[in-house]
């Protein structure tokens, strides 16, 4: 979608929210594009979502008046009031943080202080980035693999999938923790002699003067993984093929964002490098005929996990941001929404 296109989108009188609502009109600092176009993944039919930024009001920074944000559902529009987004960008939020990384061309609306963000955006990465992009990328595979035991699988492939899952979690645990000895802990699936159950997952463990608080907490990942495939409510309703790749396409993007991040020190949200595979996971190539996933595409999770976890290893990036140059930047800011 080309800039002069989004000019035009705009000007639409659904969109005149933009103009009139007293938290935007003159404060709007900048838009752009959000969702699929600006990933470069639209398809034809695809949402066209719009992203920005509005100062807050002087009443908002010295009163006792709170704007946040304002969405209007009917245009897929999100605008975040600036207290509002800076905290969401310090704690490296995707939803967010891909904001200050659109290609210059996605950029509908820019004022002197837009700029002036987006010019300052590496002030918010940090290693951060690995717990805000690596849970997001983790609630789209749990989302994926919930949908496609509870839709598509007859209940011995159920126990399989979630076997794999929580082999998964237990090699990023011991990963991280590096006091997990290997092997330690295998899992299979066998003949159940519980009436609900064909066939069960099993395990044998053999730990020797393992920490009980670290037990504890690979107690606690593997049980929620338990529970996300135990659960049949309506959160788990059949979805079809399309909205399944779509979950594994932003399950892929979400780390590669993520790498840029670590070890770049960039915001890369248009995925230029990574189209044609993230399209053909859009597209079903990743997908087997019976609607699950070939096995090509779960060890390309685990190599991005594990490349992720390096990178946060090796990156230059602080643990966390510089607060007192956000804190010097913010105020600066703030200090000319306040003069008007």
């Known amino acids: 979608m080309t800039n002069q296109e989004i000019q035009e989108l705009i000007k639409k009188p659904e969109y005149d929210f933009l103009r009139t609502n007293p938290h935007l009109g003159g404060k709007i600092i900048f838009l752009t594009l959000g969702g699929s176009h600006a990933y470069g993944t639209n ?10 930024c509005a100062l807050n009001s002087r009443s908002d920074i010295l009163g006792i008046t709170n704007f946040e944000q304002v969405i209007d559902n009917a245009t897929d529009t999100t605008v975040y009031s600036f207290s509002k987004l800076i905290p969401l960008l310090l704690n490296c939020n995707p939803n967010v943080i891909e904001m200050l990384g659109c290609r210059p061309d996605h950029y509908v609306m820019m004022t002197d202080i ?26 789209q595979l749990r989302r994926l693999e919930n949908a496609l035991v509870h839709d598509r699988l007859p209940q011995p492939k159920q126990e399989e999938y979630m076997r794999k899952a929580v082999e998964r979690a237990i090699e990023d645990f011991g990963s991280k923790n590096k006091i997990l000895p290997a092997g330690a802990i295998r899992l299979y699936t066998d003949v159940s002699d519980k009436e609900e159950y064909e066939r069960e997952v099993f395990c044998d463990i053999s730990l020797k003067k393992f920490p009980l608080r670290d037990l504890r907490g690979l107690i606690n990942e593997t049980t929620n993984i338990i529970g996300t495939y135990s659960k049949l409510n309506g959160r788990n309703a059949k979805k079809d093929c399309a909205h399944l790749n779509k979950h594994a396409m932003h ?36 997908m087997n005929e019976d609607g699950t996933y070939r096995d090509e595409f779960f060890d390309m999770v685990n190599e991005l996990e594990k490349r992720m976890q390096y990178a946060k290893a090796n990156t230059s990036l602080p643990k966390s941001p510089d607060m007192k140059k ?5 105020e600066a800011v703030n200090a000319k929404a306040i003069s008007g």
């Open 43 to 52: 398809v034809e039919g695809s949402d066209v979502d719009v992203r920005g």
């Open 114 to 139: 837009g700029r002036q963000l987006i010019e300052n955006r590496k002030l918010f990465l940090s290693q951060r980035a690995v717990s805000s992009f690596g849970g997001y990328a983790n609630q």
């Open 251 to 286: 399950l892929i993007r979400l780390y590669a964002m993520c790498l840029d991040i670590l070890e770049k020190s960039t915001i890369q949200t248009y995925r230029e490098e990574d189209h044609d595979l993230l399209m053909d996971i859009r597209g079903g190539k990743y």
């Open 326 to 330: 956000v804190e010097e930047f913010v």
